[in-house]
């Protein structure tokens, strides 16, 4: 069993159990050792959240359009429910989840907690899990799920609605979102020509002390785990090795990585593509940063995604499906591209446009499933003196 407990998320974790239309209330369910566990990213500038998770509108609902889901029949699902396991913040799923119930007629339950965490209960409770839904914000956390045969394979019209680079081959998880890798850069020092044709390149010794980087961050350490599975260990360590001969400063996550970028206190930093457009919408304007989005096939190129798949143990198939339908649902991917900058999956939907556009990007040939093997990167990590 893999290695599931990372030294650092992207995802606010608030480990409380509520209905999406109420707030926290004591489970009819023990969901194993859950505990409230802190973003160890979190920053005291108010980086609460490592995925850009930004705030919905006061009023409790999707920012200013909500998510309705033509998915799904007004009232259909009346008496049922279903249960969600969310490693993405209460803070974003909670709106979404409260128009799914207002429309469906069902009752929705949530676990909040890290993804990492929330894996290790699924395994833990086996035959007796009471989830239904495992949202997680990687497709690691997914793979390890898949990898002990706890997913069933999902309905050919949920696959069908997003690329096969950002589901799982045997069909057993789905992507919602996705988030590229990107090189943050100061505009002020930099110009997109300065940045080098692939990541592995920034170990040339021109760039010693000019970057950043977040290696206790949980999209960090998969990148790296992505970088072991398509170029193998060695080219892995023999880049972690020359990023830190290079002397890098570290930092806590990406806000901080993406802050120093625009002060100049670093030239270019290696973080998710969204913060930037966080920081931009927070300025209101132009800020000294901008990203360079690896899109020819090489490593740098990687997108992860925040994903899902139903329970093997699930007895509410019906608004279980449901529930995915509406994720993927046209209003649901808007809602997540606004809100978060994220990618929406499902074909048709744009992104911000701003974002080099998703069908532009060459990403790596992976099965997304297989950055599970988080023990290996922090064994690395670890060894190389990173961690």
Not at 26 to 41: H, I, K, M, N, R
Not at 121 to 142: K, M, V
Not at 356 to 374: G, K, R
Request: hydrophobic share 35%.
């Amino acid at each position: 069993m893999p290695l599931l407990a990372a030294c650092g998320g992207d995802d606010e974790d608030d480990p409380t159990v509520t209905t999406a239309t109420g707030a926290g209330s004591t489970p009819d369910f023990v969901p194993g050792e859950a505990t409230s566990t802190d973003d160890p990213t979190a920053t005291a500038g108010g980086d609460a959240t490592e995925t850009g998770e930004s705030t919905p509108a006061a009023d409790g609902t999707p920012g200013s359009e909500s998510p309705g889901a033509t998915t799904v029949e007004p009232g259909s699902l009346e008496g049922q429910e279903v249960t969600v396991y969310s490693g993405r913040s209460e803070e974003l799923v909670d709106p979404i989840l409260r128009q799914f119930e207002e429309l469906s007629g069902a009752t929705v339950r949530v676990q909040y907690a890290d993804t990492a965490e929330l894996a290790a209960t699924i395994l833990e409770e086996g035959d007796n899990s009471p989830a239904d839904i495992f949202f997680a914000q990687d497709a690691g956390a997914l793979g390890a799920i898949a990898d002990e045969g706890m997913f069933v394979e999902l309905p050919q019209d949920i696959l069908d609605m997003v690329d096969p680079r950002f589901r799982s081959d045997n069909g057993q998880w789905v992507g919602i979102s996705g988030r590229a890798r990107a090189i943050v850069y100061n505009t002020e020092n930099l110009s997109e020509a300065d940045i080098p044709e692939s990541i592995l390149d920034f170990t040339d010794p021109a760039w010693d002390g000019r970057l950043g980087w977040a290696p206790t961050n949980g999209s960090f350490q998969a990148f790296i785990t992505a970088l072991r599975v398509l170029e193998g260990d060695d080219v892995a360590r023999e880049w972690l090795e020359g990023i830190q001969a290079n002397n890098p400063k570290v930092y806590s996550g990406n806000t901080p990585i993406l802050e120093a970028a625009m002060s100049g206190e670093i030239d270019a930093g290696f973080v998710n593509h969204y913060y930037l457009y966080r920081a931009l919408e927070e300025a209101g304007g132009e800020i000294t940063a901008d990203n360079y989005i690896y899109t020819n096939g090489t490593p740098g190129a990687l997108i992860n995604v925040a994903g899902a798949g139903m329970l093997s143990t699930s007895e509410n198939t019906e608004a279980a499906e449901a529930l995915l339908r509406f994720l993927l649902s046209e209003e649901a991917q808007r809602y997540f591209a606004d809100e978060t900058f994220e990618y929406p999956l499902v074909t048709g939907v744009e992104a911000d446009p701003r974002l080099v556009p998703l069908e532009d990007i060459q990403t790596p040939d992976i099965d997304l499933s297989q950055l599970e093997d988080l023990e290996g990167t922090l064994e690395l990590l670890t060894d190389v003196g990173v961690l």
